[in-house]
């Protein structure tokens, strides 16, 4: 019988807490501050850059970047590796710009290239109806897009010390102030246009969205 009423007490206990939980004021989220919209853009600006290049190619360059440069002593066979990594690289950027994706009834993912008609998807597993087609059309601000994407990749390619190296073993000084400057340049200048241009593709290596 004590263990009953001791069990009869904890659950009036454990009531009394939950009542008192439940009572709790939640937070109201009120209209944002000036400042604090302000901050939100710069974070939104920041996703955006981070979405102008597309994962895989960034990883394979990533990889390939130490073995083809020789860790950044390069010989003219190393150099013209390295090359045409850059050039396989940004062209990879370029295209993946006008790819884009959708999810099925069934909820699975369907990727294509964006062209004039609508959607174009690569292994035609879907069909979309024409006023659905009409927003994945190709749009001139996609090749904005796909060359902002080009100079980002020209940027993150400056930063790294391997690439720099095999094309520039020894600098001078005014080089070495511009390779350091223009990374920086190119990305304050596609963040602006990111902002003011935002992209809403969701091509093959890029983030997918929730819909």
């Known amino acids: 019988m004590e263990f009953k009423v001791e069990d009869e007490e904890s659950w009036h206990l454990n009531d009394q807490k939950v009542t008192l939980l439940q009572d709790v004021p939640r937070p109201q989220t009120g209209q944002k501050t000036p400042i604090q919209m302000a901050i939100s853009q710069t974070c ?6 981070a979405n102008l290049l597309p994962t895989g190619t960034v990883l394979a360059f990533q990889f390939l970047s130490p073995v083809l440069t020789n860790k950044g002593e390069c010989d003219p066979v190393s150099r013209f590796m390295t090359s045409s ?38 292994d035609g597993s879907a069909t979309l109806p ?17 060359l902002t994407s080009i100079l980002v990749f020209a ?15 020894t600098p001078s000084d005014e080089t ?7 990374p920086v340049g190119i990305g304050v200048f596609c963040s602006m246009l990111f902002v003011v241009f935002p992209t809403r593709r969701h091509g093959i290596g890029f983030p997918l969205s929730a819909n």
Request: aromatic share 14%; proline share 2%; with cysteine.
């Open 44 to 49: 939104q600006s920041t996703a955006h850059l």
């Open 85 to 122: 990594l850059l050039v396989l690289c940004g062209m990879s950027c370029f295209l993946q710009c006008f790819t884009d994706s959708l999810r099925d009834n069934n909820g699975n993912v369907c990727y294509g290239f964006a062209t004039f008609q609508g959607l174009w998807i690569i």
């Open 130 to 146: 024409p006023e659905l087609a009409a927003e994945y059309q190709l749009r001139f601000i996609d090749f904005i897009h796909a």
């Open 155 to 169: 940027a993150t390619a400056l930063f790294d010390e391997n690439v720099v190296n095999c094309f520039y073993p």
């Open 176 to 182: 070495k102030e511009l390779l350091t400057s223009l």
